[in-house]
Every structure is written in structure tokens, then in C-alpha cells.
């Protein structure tokens, strides 16, 4: 049971793109299309998952039991980079399309602050390694279904008549910010 609040916290409640507004950059650039919204999803989720993994591993093996706390900031990062590369070089070869889409947003799965905010959450938070697994599916997973819904929301928008002053990116946040407010009815939900 305490699991499936720690997903669901993570997944809905604590929605690190509605509710913590961390990882706005690709959360915005990755929405134009249902496909870019899922495929961006899905590479953030696989370097998510892997990322708080590797980095638990490090953190209480490593830089914890050696008094080196202090690098987990710069150690942190060099793995999310490293596991970006690889999926980069992943896709690359099996999904050019999709990698081809993805363009410079590919580099932003590296500097996505929501990866990292994952990382040290799952230290902060004193999760086991099962947890923070649960805990960075469930965080990523929630970045999936709010880019997806913003990719919803924007092809709606494209076909709806917006004033020119609310053109391209302030109707986005503003409908971001209108998805925030509807994700806050999730408060309680788990105790």
C-alpha cells in the first residue's frame, strides 16, 4: 500500500510539472503533437527510472559511506548526462524519426531539472531503492500525461479563434496554469 501512495503522490499529486513547475522547458517545447509528447515522455521516463536507480546505488554506496555528500550534485548529473547519451544513441539508431523530431529538446532531457529534483528527492525523502523506483515512475509518468494533456489542449487551441495578444506562449502557460489548477483537486487524495 505504501507504494501505491508514493506513486500516486508522485504521479498525480505532487506533479512535477503542475505542481512543482520543474521541467517547464520540455514540458512546453515537447507538447506541439500527441507523438512528441509521448515519445519525450517515454525518454524521460526510461532516464528517470534509471537515473534515480544508478544514483540511490551511488549515493548510499559511494558518496555517503565515504563522507562525499558534497559531489552529489556534480556525480548526479554526470550519470543523467551519461544515461541521456545512451538513450541518444539508442534512438538514433532504432527510431530516427523520433529522433529526428526530438532535436534540440534531446539536450534538454539532460539539463530537465525534474531529473535531477527526482534524484535528490529520493535521497531527501530517505526512499529505499523499490521506493525510489516507484517514486521516479511515478514522477515521470506524471510528466508524461502533463505533456500529453498540453498536447491535447494545444491542438484545440489551434483551431480556436485566440486575441493576438495571448498568441504562442502566453495562452500556454495560461493553459498550463488552468491544468495546474484542475491537477490541485488531487490534494487529499492519498493520506
Known amino acids: 500500500m505504501n507504494l501505491f501512495k508514493i506513486f500516486i503522490s508522485a504521479f498525480l499529486i505532487d506533479n512535477v510539472v503542475l505542481m512543482q513547475f520543474i521541467g517547464l522547458c520540455p514540458f512546453i517545447g515537447m507538447s506541439t503533437d500527441e507523438d512528441k509528447a509521448v515519445g519525450m515522455g517515454m525518454a524521460v521516463t526510461f532516464v528517470t527510472v534509471l537515473a534515480a536507480a544508478v544514483t540511490w546505488f551511488i549515493y548510499h554506496f559511494i558518496l555517503d559511506p565515504l563522507g562525499l555528500e558534497f559531489l552529489q550534485i556534480l556525480v548526479f548529473i554526470l550519470v543523467i548526462a551519461s544515461l541521456v547519451q545512451l538513450l541518444e544513441f539508442y534512438l538514433k539508431k532504432t527510431s530516427p ?14 539539463t530537465n531539472c525534474a531529473i535531477l529534483a527526482v534524484t535528490f ?16 515512475a511515478g514522477i515521470a509518468l506524471g510528466f508524461l500525461l502533463a505533456t500529453l494533456l498540453l498536447a491535447g489542449i494545444r491542438r484545440r487551441i489551434r483551431t480556436s479563434p485566440i486575441p493576438d495578444f ?9 493553459a498550463a496554469a488552468l491544468l495546474s489548477m484542475a491537477f490541485m483537486g488531487f490534494n ?3 493520506k
Open 166 to 174: 495571448l498568441k504562442g506562449p502566453p495562452i500556454l502557460f495560461a
Open 188 to 190: 487529499g487524495l492519498v
Open 121 to 136: 528527492n529520493v535521497i531527501s525523502n530517505n526512499y529505499d531503492f523499490v521506493e525510489s523506483v516507484v517514486y521516479a
Open 97 to 110: 524519426l523520433l529522433y529526428n523530431s526530438m532535436g534540440i529538446y534531446f539536450a534538454l532531457i539532460t
